[in-house]
């Protein structure tokens, strides 16, 4: 499966940006679609999870400023950032693919957007 991001750029503290990430393809499962970031000198870490069936999973450090959504139908997962900080900046990668669950990645990545938050 192919996975496409768009969305990132550059946003002052408090400010929103939303990404988007659409899959094509075929051979790999598409029951968790998610979101994973990753800043310099840092692992790649866990943004938000979301299932086939809505059922999300956010890092603690987002919650209740980000929210995962997915259009199943068009194979679509998208993030909503509010709220940002500059602790966000990151490179966010688009996750799905086989052995994804709501806590570990799958096997498919998309080639990754930048978000950088800064006054």
């Known amino acids: 499966v192919q996975l496409v991001e768009s969305g990132g750029g550059l946003v002052q503290p408090g400010g929103s940006l939303r990404l988007s990430c659409a899959a094509s393809g075929s051979g790999a499962s598409l029951y968790v679609m998610g979101w994973y970031r990753q800043a310099p000198g840092n692992q790649r870490e866990l943004v938000a999870t979301?299932?086939?069936?809505?059922?999300?999973k956010y890092a603690d450090s987002v919650k209740g400023r980000f929210t995962i959504s997915r259009d199943s139908s068009k194979s679509t997962v998208d993030l909503q950032m509010n709220s940002l900080k500059p602790e966000d900046t990151a490179v966010y990668y688009c996750?799905?693919?086989?052995?994804?669950?709501?806590?570990?990645?799958?096997?498919?990545w998309g080639q990754g957007t930048q978000v950088t938050v800064s006054s």
């Open positions: 996750n799905t693919g086989n052995g994804a669950t709501l806590r570990a990645p799958g096997d498919s």
């Open positions: 979301v299932t086939r069936g809505d059922i999300t």
